[in-house]
């Protein structure tokens, strides 16, 4: 049984079609990477499986229930969460104190208080490179460092499954590589991981499957570099570089 399964989903916007018919298996210790133009429907997808949309049509299933009616805050607590294109931490609270709100109001975990959820959160940013700012207000951070915090709030959730959108953006190649080791053992771990990143390369070295999307539809799924390389993909990201 896959532990997320979007089936048929479609996704309207008055006369538009921002996706259509798509269906997705994401399953534990595994590693999607979901890639296409601008505008074909990644975070729209991104949003059905978090809940923030509910779909024109279809279902999305957890652990095979079905929960397309089910709030974000519910598929947080079930072991679903995400980040988003443009990270919107607490600007005033603290990383330590951002980072511990995920650990507090994620997944219960039985006996963690405040205390024990500030400690905790200071190994999750280490874990991310920004161990040493975690005393800083949010809003000290640079665009990359803002990235990596909100991917440390996701992951202070306990997810089972991470949906993350771009987390690269405005990392050095350094640090992208150290983001992409971070996944890799969350991998390891058992996560699912689901992750929209424009870098294709990068996506090479870690991501075990590619889905490409092109106007709200499934046009490519199978081995990255297969995927990456495939007539058709090719001609949509063409396609859009040409308008």
Not at 150 to 176: H, K, R
Not at 185 to 199: K, M
Request: glycine share 10%; with cysteine; aromatic share 4%.
């Amino acid at each position: 049984m896959a532990l997320c399964e979007a089936i048929g989903l479609s996704r309207r916007f008055g006369g538009n079609v921002a996706l259509q018919d798509v269906t997705l298996r994401l399953e534990p210790a595994t590693i999607v990477a979901l890639i296409g133009p601008n505008g074909s429907g990644k975070t729209t997808l991104f949003n059905l499986l978090a809940g923030q949309l509910r779909p024109s049509a279809g279902a999305v299933r957890w652990r095979g229930r079905d929960i397309t009616d089910w709030p974000p805050h519910r598929r947080c607590r079930a072991g679903i969460n995400r980040t988003f294109q443009v990270a919107r931490p607490f600007q005033d609270l603290t990383l330590r104190e951002n980072v511990a709100l995920g650990l507090l109001y994620g997944r219960p975990l039985e006996g963690v208080g405040r205390r024990d959820a500030l400690a905790r959160a200071q190994d999750v940013l280490g874990d991310v490179g920004l161990a040493a700012k975690a005393g800083e207000a949010a809003r000290a951070l640079s665009l990359g460092e803002l990235k990596r915090l909100e991917l440390a709030m996701a992951v202070a959730t306990q997810p089972a499954l991470l949906l993350i959108d771009e987390v690269l953006a405005g990392q050095s190649p350094t640090a992208a590589q150290e983001i992409l080791g971070y996944l890799a053992r969350l991998r390891a771990q058992g996560l699912a991981i689901c992750l929209v990143e424009h870098r294709l390369q990068a996506l090479l070295a870690v991501a075990d499957r590619a889905v490409a999307l092109h106007q709200g539809r499934v046009i490519a799924e199978g081995r990255p570099g297969a995927v990456t390389k495939s007539p058709v993909v090719l001609e949509a990201y063409l396609g859009e570089s040409g308008r």
